[in-house]
């Protein structure tokens, strides 16, 4: 089975810190993804990359970056963080290719709360 | 602009009981997948069941399974025989061709009723 870690399931932080998340993935997956998640507005994309030390926006960058340094891992950084950046973040996997193999698998999610 | 739309924020079934999900989406593209994943309460994301838009025929997971009208844009979730377990938010995606990119709907929660 596909496994997708994420390095904390709770989080508090105070206004400015930088904030870490970590995201590990054992199935040599190619692309990995970053969401966040409020409810009513469903999951949006922060962040993706499809190699090592490549990223691309997704669809809500503003305020985060990203860091590939290995294929496992994925990393999304908070350079300073703010109260409107509370929500909950799952990081997600995936083969590249053929579409049939682009099924993403999902991390367990960090609850992130900014005091 | 491809979005996707869950407009029953809500919805309550009797165990045992069918119930239906709807979802509805806007493409241009001819050439895509729809998915149904679920979160339980305990966070992690599990995909449901899969549609490739090219196959007319629905897919169907024991007892899941989907209602895909591509003219309408529809993509509706049937599950049958609702058990307790089924309880969670469920979520309509997409992604088209090799785009990668999952645009996820605004999610439904669901509970069952013992």
């Known amino acids: 089975d596909v496994k997708v870690t994420q390095s904390s399931r709770y989080l508090v932080k105070r206004t400015g810190e930088k904030v870490f998340l970590e995201c590990v993935q054992d199935?040599?997956?190619?692309?990995m993804f970053w969401y966040r998640q409020d409810p009513g507005l469903g999951l949006r994309l922060i962040y993706f990359?499809?190699?090592?030390?490549?990223?691309e926006k997704g669809d809500i960058p503003e305020g985060y970056s990203v860091s590939r340094e290995k294929k496992e891992r994925f990393s999304l950084i908070l350079e300073s963080a703010s109260t409107n950046q509370t929500s909950m973040y799952l990081c997600a996997s995936s083969f590249p290719g053929t579409i049939s193999t682009d099924t993403q698998y999902f991390g367990p999610g960090t609850r992130l709360t900014v005091l | 602009a491809q979005t996707v739309t869950q407009s029953q924020p809500e919805m309550s079934v009797q165990e045992a009981e069918t119930v239906t999900l709807s979802c509805t989406y806007d493409?241009?593209?001819?050439?895509?997948?729809l998915f149904w994943y679920k979160q339980p309460p305990s966070r992690q994301m599990i995909l449901v069941i899969r549609q490739e838009a090219y196959k007319q025929q629905n897919a169907t997971e024991n007892r899941f399974s989907v209602n895909f009208q591509k003219a309408a844009k529809s993509f509706s979730l049937k599950i049958s025989d609702s058990q307790l377990g089924d309880a969670a938010m469920y979520f309509c995606a997409y992604i088209y061709n090799q785009g990668g990119k999952l645009i996820f709907g605004q999610g439904t929660e669901l509970s069952v009723k013992p």
């Open positions: 990359s499809y190699d090592v030390k490549m990223k």
């Open positions: 493409t241009s593209e001819s050439d895509y997948y």
């Open positions: 199935m040599d997956h190619e692309n």
